[in-house]
């Protein structure tokens, strides 16, 4: 039976309300009076499924001469919506014959990228410099790291192995004719970074590593076809009503079931929900990565979505038991090839339930906050020579730990939530170890836990932790580096920024009365994983 917000919705023509670009589906009336003209400038991801369609043809041929040129390995420098799109592309697209190897660098992890430095074979390689804005500090550090990699080994061809993505007159558009890039591709500016997978920030890398980025379009068309219709068969209404309305009824916390093959597009969905609809108290929180566990394990806080789940035994058979329990499932049939139009089923479907919260899911009121408390860190260091840290660390067992506490107390505990922040320098068997800690914290407490990898997630969680629900405790891990690397042009290292975007980022929780906990190690050589299981089960 359809919900009743789906059969509002139809019988109040959304769907057709919003492909008519009628702002008051997002901006009704009583809403802030800034909200309309920033619907206006985001809606351009409506079309690209026709309007770049186009340009697949040039990609194709741009990437056969960049093969031609022996070029077998693409690094893309990008964050958030710059980046994820081309993961799930590498990861879910079968690979063509003769494809490049894609190495995303959404980082400032001194392990990743002296590891990335170190394998480089710059003759055959291309970067792709990914940035809306064109000013990311990411981005940014990155390009300066590796220009200074590139120019050392090429000299004057250097520019022929960049090329930048970006929107028209950024600052990003004069660096790469400065510096002599091969191609700069201008995206149309009136997507938001997370909406933009089937934009040029998705189409440039998927051609490059020979992706069929024509089928990809394609499955968008039909499925953008489907969201145009006034009817409860609509794929994104009805997705869309399912998100607000568990999150209406208090199960706001969206827990997708994913087989492996898809895990990367559960991380792309997590920065489109969370940064969509995470601001004025309200939300929907994407679980994601989180092992599939028995039906009294979960709280009355869920609502599931599993997404090719007929293709994995155990997912096949956990939904029915899920839904048998009372909790509310959304059931996907997704093979790779329907990949474009999952992309836009997702986009209508949340900028819709983001509409239906009472919020503008095209804004991120509070991702600022965590990047001026950042540079003002780095600023401190390099005026006062060291760090601003309030509340001082205390000493402890192993590591050091600081605290900020909500002023009246902990969340009631059906609601709350954890919040693993991990800007621990990167080790293989991580991804095992936290997975494994989530599943015992979830049955010991009932608790959602999210992973989020710093910083690479104040591009995606970030915004709902400042802006959604008071409703989370935030486990925060740094470490000092074994080895420095300079960011040409500057006065800090990787190293260096990424504590300082730690710091912001405990700046800006605490700032928005958040519970956060600061671990640091000083141990060069600790085994962060071991660390991290410490901490984590001081916590059941």
Same mark, same amino acid.
């Given at each position: 039976m359809p919900l009743p917000l789906l059969e509002r919705w139809v019988a109040d023509r959304v769907a057709s309300r919003v492909w008519a670009r009628d702002l008051s589906v997002f901006a009704p009336p009583g809403a802030p009076s800034d909200r309309a003209g920033v619907v206006r400038q985001r809606l351009g991801w409506l079309g690209v499924p026709v309007s770049l369609a186009p340009r697949v043809a040039d990609l194709a041929n741009f990437a056969h001469d960049c093969w031609d040129e022996q070029i077998r390995h693409v690094y893309l420098l990008g964050m958030g919506g710059s980046s994820l799109c081309a993961e799930v592309l590498r990861d879910v697209l079968p690979a063509q014959p003769h494809s490049p190897?894609?190495?995303?660098l959404d980082t400032t992890d001194e392990r990743t990228i002296r590891e990335a430095t170190e394998t480089l074979s710059a003759a055959h390689t291309l970067f792709i410099t990914a940035s809306k804005s064109g000013g990311t500090i990411e981005v940014t550090s990155l390009e300066r790291h590796f220009w200074s990699v590139m120019e050392g080994a090429l000299g004057d061809r250097a520019g022929r192995h960049f090329v930048a993505?970006?929107?028209?007159?950024?600052?990003?558009?004069?660096?790469?004719?400065?510096?002599?890039?091969?191609?700069?591709?201008?995206?149309?500016?009136?997507?938001?970074?997370?909406?933009?997978?089937?934009?040029?920030?998705?189409?440039?890398?998927?051609?490059?590593?020979?992706?069929?980025?024509?089928?990809?379009?394609?499955?968008?068309?039909?499925?953008?076809?489907?969201?145009?219709?006034?009817?409860?068969?609509?794929?994104?209404?009805?997705?869309g009503a399912f998100i607000a309305s568990a999150a209406q009824a208090g199960r706001?916390?969206?827990?997708?079931l994913l087989p492996p093959d898809l895990a990367t597009l559960g991380a792309w969905v997590e920065q489109l929900v969370a940064e969509s609809t995470g601001k004025d108290g309200r939300g929907v929180l994407p679980i994601v990565g989180e092992p599939v566990g028995r039906p009294n394990e979960y709280g009355e806080d869920r609502a599931f979505v599993a997404i090719g789940a007929a293709n994995a035994p155990d997912l096949h058979e956990a939904v029915p038991r899920l839904a048998a329990a009372g909790h509310p499932t959304f059931d996907i049939d997704m093979v790779p090839d329907d990949l474009g139009g999952e992309f836009f089923r997702w986009e209508f479907a949340t900028a819709l339930a983001g509409s239906a919260l009472g919020i503008n899911p095209f804004d991120e009121p509070n991702v600022k906050d965590a990047k001026v408390r950042t540079q003002a860190q780095?600023?401190? @260091? *390099?005026?006062? !020579?060291?760090?601003?840290?309030?509340?001082?660390?205390?000493?402890?067992?192993? %590591?050091?730990? &600081?605290?900020? @506490? *909500?002023?009246? !107390?902990?969340?009631?505990?059906?609601?709350?939530?954890?919040?693993?922040?991990? %800007?621990?320098? &990167?080790e293989p068997k991580r991804a095992e170890v936290i997975a494994r800690l989530r599943g015992a914290l979830r049955r010991h407490t009932r608790f959602a836990t999210t992973h989020g990898i710093g910083p690479r997630y104040l591009h995606s969680t970030g915004q709902y932790h400042k802006g959604g629900p008071n409703t989370g405790v935030f486990l925060l891990f740094t470490a000092i580096d074994e080895s420095v690397s300079a960011v040409p042009g500057t006065d800090y290292t990787f190293s260096a920024l990424k504590f300082a975007q730690a710091l912001g980022d405990f700046e800006a929780l605490a700032a928005a009365g958040r519970h956060v906990v600061h671990y640091h190690i000083e141990d060069p050589a600790a085994d962060y994983s071991a660390a991290l299981e410490s901490v984590l089960r001081s916590y059941r």
């Open positions: 190897r894609l190495v995303l993505v970006t929107d028209p007159g950024t600052s990003l558009v004069e660096l790469a004719k400065e510096r002599g890039y091969r191609e700069t591709f201008l995206n149309p500016p009136d997507i938001g970074g997370r909406y933009s997978a089937l934009s040029l920030f998705g189409l440039v890398p998927g051609a490059l590593m020979r992706r069929p980025m024509e089928r990809l379009l394609e499955s968008a068309r039909t499925m953008a076809t489907r969201c145009q219709v006034d009817a409860v068969d609509n794929p994104g209404l009805a997705l706001d916390k969206l827990t997708l780095l600023d401190a @260091r *390099r005026t006062q !020579g060291m760090f601003r840290i309030d509340p001082p660390f205390e000493r402890g067992q192993g %590591y050091s730990r &600081r605290e900020h @506490r *909500r002023a009246d !107390g902990d969340a009631p505990a059906a609601e709350r939530y954890v919040a693993i922040l991990d %800007y621990l320098p &990167r």
